[in-house]
Each structure stands twice: as structure tokens, then as C-alpha cells.
């Protein structure tokens, strides 16, 4: 399984429009075949920021979710909302396997 | 869904013990009634840091992990591989509800 975290620092004043935009990329992305978890999080001591841990079953599918319509979408939504860069950090996951 | 990231530093030599230990942990974390998530990731670049992905129905359910046979033994077992303190960062999970 490969895992990605990727934190993300929005603009205050985005909190509610970003949450509602990466509600649709979440329940768009747990469909395609290669994924295996898209979760968001959200920092409970600062609600601007946000965790995405999306799994797939190999870096391939993780590559392919770029591709989509609806990541596409997401990010071109999302591009002003952010109040810094997000950063993505890739992780191999043992298990489940 | 209430999540925490685990941020786990072992010393070099037990790497291989924790995983193994690790992995019995996971399997019988996942029965848990409340469990929804217990990944078991390791980091690309230094082998010896890993992030236990927890996600409970509700911080009730994950404070009863810590009270299971398997988390005891499973602290127990791993408490001198420990290169440096655990950490463990909460979030509130959005997405899956």
C-alpha cells in the first residue's frame, strides 16, 4: 500500500469552502479502483489546517489519481485557498498489506 | 471518526522486532469493535521511523484501545526499542464521517 500525507494550511476565511470542495475530491477519489483510504482531518487546536491520507494500492494508482477529472477539478479550486504550499510525504504501508 | 498519527522512532537494530511485534498489534487492533483504522506505515527514507495511523469511531473507542491485552503487551514488548519518545498527534476525521 502506498500512503501520502499531505498537509495542508488554508486561509481562514477558505476553511468552510475548502472543506466542502475536498468533500467532493473524497467521495469522488474512494472510487477509483486503485484507492484504498482518502481521509481528511482536520487539526483540532487550528482548524485551518487539514491532513489528506490517501492510500492506494501502489505508487501507480497514486500517479493516476492525479490524472482524474475530479482531482484536477479540486485543485484548480482549491489553487487561492491555500495559505502556504502543500506538502506531500510519501510513506510505504506495511499493513494492512 | 477520530484519528490520531503515532510518530514512532525505533533505534536501528529492532526494526525488524518492531514490525513484527507491531504487526500482531494491528491485527488484533482491527477486530476492535471501534477501530475503523490501524495502518502500520514506515517512512521511505529512514526505515526506523514509522506513523501508526490509528482512526476510532470516537475518542471513547480509542481510549479503549489503550486499555486492550494487545496495546499492553504491545507497549510492554516495544519499550526499550524506542530511539525516542512516541508522539501522538489527534485529529478530528472529516471524511469518512
Same mark, same amino acid.
Given at each position: ?35 484504498? *483510504?482518502?481521509? =481528511? ?5 487550528? !482548524?485551518? +489546517?487539514? @491532513?489528506? &491520507? ?20 479540486? *485543485?484548480?479550486? =482549491? ?5 502556504? !504550499?502543500? +506538502?506531500? @510525504?510519501? &510513506? ?6
Amino acid at each position: 500500500m502506498h500512503v501520502t500525507l499531505v498537509q495542508v494550511h488554508v486561509k481562514p476565511a477558505y476553511i468552510n469552502d475548502f472543506i466542502a470542495a475536498t468533500k467532493r475530491n473524497h467521495e469522488a477519489s474512494i472510487r477509483e479502483p486503485g484507492n484504498r *483510504r482518502f481521509d =481528511v482531518l482536520q487539526a483540532p487546536d487550528d !482548524p485551518a +489546517r487539514f @491532513i489528506l &491520507y490517501e492510500a492506494y494500492v501502489s505508487p501507480v494508482e497514486a500517479a493516476a489519481h492525479k490524472e482524474t477529472p475530479h482531482y484536477l477539478a479540486w *485543485r484548480e479550486t =482549491v489553487a487561492d485557498w491555500m495559505a502556504e !504550499p502543500r +506538502r506531500g @510525504i510519501p &510513506y510505504q504501508g506495511l499493513f494492512p498489506a
